[in-house]
């Protein structure tokens, strides 16, 4: 996390905001606060806490970090007040490192609201005490460097124009020497579609890029990419920052109306087509935009129904199992269209058991993949990453293993990063990529 640092007036004063916001917010937020029944259920379907059973990992005990104080009503301002002259027994500066760790063990998965009996959605909490330490300055810093460097760029790896059109040309000739004729990368082109994939598609996980442009080539579809918005990765939904989630949701905006787009697509993740269709597009921008919000399992599906181009399963021989991310499976509903094409570019395909809705979370998710090294998630414990491995990504881990599966497709760039390192650290030989990395194997082009 954030070096420890003194508790300002300031400081204070935004955390005073955040609390009192959520009086003044939404209803449901309201009712979590007032309905839980302290049952257990979460508990029994949340990842972390059945790899680490103790009451800090309950959904409930943890969602109790705020609701207490919630419940404190009008006493709560000189509450938080007395952090600037040590005397509050309620809440503490080492309170507030505490929320910072387990707000963070929290990956927002949302399982626990598909199982709960009042519906409650202990992740809606999580994002609210990741909004007060996040205004406090708190953050875990690869989650702050994030954001910095998305706004500065645009996108979440830091590529300048240059970078993101040498990443371009690069795909473009290993996709010319992989498959014998030309496919194109359109950039800045106006055109029916703007596909907008993770950044990370460009440079950590250029397969499934290459995949994707292939299944545009292969569909005949009228298509381009944007040197300014070529990333749908937004960490303002991990860190509870809405003025960075609707910055980063504007530069997709504003590049569809410049390039008179009809089609917003976003590419192989989650928690983008999740902002872009269910929180940004006419929500921020109003219901008179030009052009649609879809994603690209949802485009492909359809032209895989309509028989828009040929694929060899064979191609694709090793047994393959199947990740549901989070974002898509519980929060957008994108569950058949990936399997639909799995299954028609694989010969093995398995599932992983629960799965759909109810499949287990990566333990990388709510942006807890991208927290590496040395960072840890309270003074003297373990850090961020000891803790992906082995106690958020241990339900994942047993789901594979249980298939015999040797190629995960996870749909995601935090789950492809999660998944990739908990094969790495566990040795499992196993191969973790997109859906569209097999579709690039499995296309038959006309020459």
């Not at 640092?5 to 916001?21: F, G, L, Q, T, Y």
């Not at 963070?104 to 809606?124: K, Q, T």
């Not at 199947?322 to 990936?338: K, L, Q």
Request: hydrophobic share 35%.
């Amino acid at each position: 996390m954030s070096e420890e640092r003194v508790i300002s007036h300031s400081d204070i004063e935004k955390a005073i905001n955040s609390v009192k916001a959520i009086k003044d917010g939404p209803r449901a937020l309201q009712l979590y606060m007032d309905i839980c029944a302290k049952c257990g259920t979460c508990a029994e379907q949340c990842h972390v806490s059945k790899a680490n059973p103790n009451r800090r990992t309950n959904p409930a005990a943890r969602s109790d970090l705020i609701r207490k104080l919630y419940k404190q009503d009008g006493s709560i301002l000189t509450k938080i007040s007395g952090l600037l002259n040590g005397n509050n027994k309620s809440l503490s500066a080492d309170d507030l490192q505490t929320w910072v760790r387990d707000f963070y063990e929290c990956s927002g998965c949302r399982r626990c609201a598909l199982y709960c009996p009042f519906g409650i959605d202990n992740s809606v909490i999580t994002r609210k005490g990741r909004a007060i330490v996040h205004a406090l300055g708190l953050s875990p810093k690869m989650m702050v460097q994030t954001q910095e460097t998305s706004d500065k760029f645009g996108n979440d790896e830091g590529q300048t124009y240059k970078s993101f059109m040498n990443a371009v040309e690069f795909l473009e000739s290993e996709l010319e020497e992989e498959h014998g004729i030309p496919i194109k990368i359109p950039v800045d082109q106006e055109a029916d579609i703007l596909f907008v994939p993770a950044s990370a598609d460009l440079i950590s996980f250029p397969e499934t890029q290459m995949g994707s442009a292939t299944f545009f080539h292969a569909a005949g579809l009228n298509w381009t990419m944007s040197s300014k918005a070529f990333d749908g990765a937004n960490f303002g939904l991990f860190t509870g920052d809405d003025a960075h989630m609707k910055r980063k949701n504007k530069v997709l905006h504003d590049a569809c109306l410049e390039l008179k787009v009809k089609k917003l697509v976003i590419g192989e993740c989650g928690h983008a087509y999740r902002i872009a269709k269910r929180i940004g597009g006419p929500f921020y921008w109003g219901n008179d935009i030009p052009y649609e919000v879809t994603n690209i399992f949802i485009l492909a599906a359809e032209k895989l129904r309509k028989g828009a181009f040929k694929l060899d399963p064979g191609r694709n021989a090793e047994p393959v199992t199947y990740h549901d991310p989070c974002n898509f499976a519980r929060s957008t509903g994108v569950i058949e269209e990936p399997r639909a094409l799995l299954r028609a570019c694989v010969t093995d395909f398995r599932e992983m058991t629960p799965n759909r809705e109810n499949n287990w979370c990566c333990g990388g998710g709510g942006g807890l993949a991208v927290m590496d090294g040395k960072e840890g998630v309270k003074k003297n414990e373990v850090t961020f990453m000891e803790y992906r491995m082995n106690v958020g990504g241990k339900m994942k881990l047993n789901q594979i293993k249980e298939t015999g599966a040797k190629y995960v497709a996870a749909p995601c760039a935090n789950c492809k990063r999660q998944i990739m390192q908990l094969m790495d650290y566990h040795k499992m030989d196993v191969k973790v990529g997109g859906v569209f990395d097999l579709f690039d194997k499995a296309v038959i082009l006309d020459k």
